[in-house]
C-alpha cells in the first residue's frame, strides 16, 4: 500500500512527478559535477597543489557517480514484473555502494600522495587569489546541490539521492580544508615560516580523511539496505503501533525491508480465535492502514487466532466445534452438585448415516470435556456431562406443491389461533403475515409476530419457542412452524 501527501493528485501523477524530479536532481547533479571537475584540474594545473588535485580527483569521482546516480533512479523507477516482484529500487542501493568503492580508491590515492610529498620529495606549489576565488565558487555549487538533492531525495524516499546529498555536503568541508592549505602556504612563503608548506599535504589528508568518514557512513548503510538490515527504530514502531489497533491482540513477529523508496512489511498478529472472517479481514485492513501512517508500504498480514484472557465457556465451544468444521447452536450449560453439564445441538451433513454423525458428536463431546473452561468448573473425579442433539445442516432447497399451493384457509386459522393466545403470553401483541406451505408432504408454517420491543431476547425466545410448540399441538398437520418476532413499533 502506497501513501502519498498530496491527495489531490491521481496515484499515476504522483508517480511521474516524482521520477520526472529525482531525474531532473541527478542531472543537475551531473551538471554541477562536471564544472567542478574542470574548475578544479585547471587550477591544479595552475598551482601544482595535491590539495588541489585530490579534490580534482574527488570531484571526477563525484562526476562518475552522479551518472551512476541518475542511471539508476532511472532503473529504479520502473514498476515491478514477473521477474522482479519487489521492484528495481535496489539498484539504487547497489549504486551507492558502487559509489562507496569509488570514494575509498580516491582516499587511498589522496593519502599514498601526501605522505610522498611529506617525506619523499617537494612539490613547489603556486597559491593565488584566483585559486581561492575558484574554490569557494566550488564550495557555493556544493552547497547548492547538496541542498537540493537532499530535499528531492527526503520528499520521494530516493536512497541513491539521498547518497550524493550526503556526499556532496561534506565536499564543503574538505574544499575548505584544500583552501586553508593553500592560503597557509601562501602564508608560509611571505613571512619565511618554512613548516607552513607542509600544510597543502596535511590539507590532503584532511580531505582523504574526511572522504574515508563519508564513504564508511555511506558503505554501511548501503550495505545494511542490501542485506535487509531492518531500518534502526522502525520495526519497534511499528509493533507497538500495530498493537494498538483494535482486534489485535498481539503483533508476534514483524519483518520489514527497504527496496528503494518503498517499504515491504510482513507481519502476524494474533486475533480472537472466535472472531468472524469479516471481522478479521477488518482488522487486518486496519493494521496495513496503521503501517501506511507511518511509511508508505506493501503490507502483508498473517492472523493467528487466539483465546482471550478468561475466554467464556460457551466461545471456547463454539471454536472446539469450528476447529472441527462443525456448526452448534443452543448452547446451554448448568452446575449440577459440582458437575459441569453441557447441552448444544450439532448440524451435521444431512446426507450422513447416523453412525457418521455419532462419531462426529462423540469426537466433539470428547474435545468440550478437555476444554479448560469445562475442567476448571467441575469436581477432578467428575468429567463434565455433555448432550449432543444431533440434526441436518439444510442445504437442500425444497420446491412447494405448485399443485396445493399456500394453504390459505389453514394460514387464517393459525393466525386466529395464536391472536387467541394474547391473553395467555401477555408479551404477544398480534400475530399476522402468516403464511403455509406443503413442501414435500410436509406442511410448513411461518408467521410474524409482533411483541414488546423492550424485553430481553431470552424472554423472546422463550416465547416463540412456547407459541410454536402450541402451534403443533393445536395443528398436529402442521410439521414445523417457524416464528419471526419484531417489535411491535416496527411491525
Known amino acids: 500500500m502506497q501513501v502519498s501527501e498530496h491527495s489531490s493528485q491521481r496515484p499515476g501523477q504522483r508517480t511521474l512527478a516524482g521520477r520526472s524530479a529525482k531525474q531532473l536532481a541527478a542531472l543537475g547533479s551531473i551538471g554541477s559535477a562536471v564544472v567542478l571537475v574542470l574548475i578544479k584540474v585547471v587550477l591544479t594545473v595552475a598551482t601544482h597543489s595535491l590539495g588541489v588535485l585530490s579534490e580534482a580527483l574527488h570531484s571526477s569521482l563525484d562526476l562518475i557517480a552522479a551518472i551512476l546516480t541518475y542511471l539508476s533512479v532511472r532503473v ?46 617537494q612539490v613547489e606549489i603556486e597559491p593565488s587569489w584566483f585559486a581561492i576565488g575558484a574554490l569557494l565558487v566550488a564550495v557555493l555549487v556544493d552547497v547548492v546541490r547538496s541542498r537540493v538533492l537532499a530535499r528531492v531525495a527526503r520528499q520521494y524516499q530516493s536512497e541513491a539521492l539521498e547518497a550524493d546529498a550526503l556526499h556532496f555536503s561534506t565536499d564543503v568541508w574538505s574544499t575548505l580544508a584544500v583552501i586553508f592549505g593553500i592560503a597557509a602556504v601562501w602564508l608560509g612563503r611571505r613571512t619565511g615560516v618554512g613548516w607552513l608548506r607542509y600544510a597543502d599535504p596535511v590539507a590532503a589528508l584532511v580531505v582523504a580523511a574526511v572522504v574515508i568518514w563519508v564513504g564508511s557512513q555511506l558503505g554501511k548503510r548501503t550495505m545494511d ?96 466445534a469450528e476447529q472441527r468444521g462443525l456448526a452448534v447452536h443452543e448452547l446451554a450449560a448448568h452446575q449440577l452438585d459440582g458437575r459441569l453439564a453441557v447441552d448444544l445441538h450439532l448440524e451435521v451433513d444431512e446426507h450422513s448415516t447416523l453412525r457418521e454423525a455419532h462419531r462426529r458428536a462423540s469426537e466433539l463431546e470428547e474435545a468440550i470435556r478437555h476444554l479448560p473452561a469445562v475442567e476448571s468448573r467441575g469436581r477432578a473425579s467428575q468429567e463434565a456431562q455433555v448432550n449432543v442433539h444431533i440434526e441436518p445442516l439444510g442445504t437442500h432447497i425444497a420446491a412447494a406443491d405448485s399443485r396445493a399451493g399456500e394453504m390459505k384457509t389453514l394460514g387464517r386459522a393459525v393466525e386466529e389461533y395464536i391472536n387467541s393466545l394474547v391473553r395467555e403470553f401477555h408479551e404477544l401483541v398480534d400475530c399476522h403475515e402468516v403464511h403455509v406451505y406443503r413442501v414435500e408432504n410436509k406442511i410448513l408454517a411461518a408467521c410474524h409476530c409482533a411483541m414488546d420491543g423492550d424485553l430481553p431476547i431470552t424472554d423472546i425466545h422463550d416465547v416463540t419457542v412456547a407459541l410454536e410448540d402450541r402451534v403443533k399441538e393445536h395443528f398436529p398437520q402442521i410439521f414445523r412452524v417457524n416464528i419471526h418476532p419484531e417489535p411491535v413499533e416496527e411491525r
Open 76 to 121: 529504479s523507477d520502473l514498476p515491478a514484473d514477473a521477474g522482479h516482484p519487489y521492484g528495481h529500487g535496489k539498484v539504487e542501493s547497489f549504486s551507492a555502494f558502487a559509489e562507496t568503492g569509488l570514494l575509498l580508491i580516491t582516499a587511498l590515492y589522496i593519502i599514498w600522495e601526501a605522505f610522498r610529498r611529506l617525506f619523499f620529495y
Open 225 to 320: 539496505a542490501l542485506l535487509d538490515a531492518a531500518p534502526k527504530g522502525l520495526q519497534e514502531r511499528l509493533a507497538r503501533a500495530i498493537e494498538e489497533v483494535d482486534g489485535v491482540l498481539g503483533a508476534d513477529r514483524l519483518r520489514v525491508r527497504r527496496v528503494g523508496n518503498r517499504y515491504f512489511v510482513d507481519v502476524t498478529i494474533s486475533v480472537s480465535r472466535t472472531a468472524t472472517f469479516e471481522r478479521v479481514h477488518a482488522i487486518s485492513y486496519a493494521v496495513e492502514q496503521r503501517v501506511a501512517d507511518i511509511v508508505p508500504a506493501d503490507v502483508v498480514v498473517h492472523m493467528e487466532p487466539r483465546a482471550l484472557i478468561g475466554e467464556h465457556l460457551f466461545d471456547s465451544i463454539r471454536a472446539a
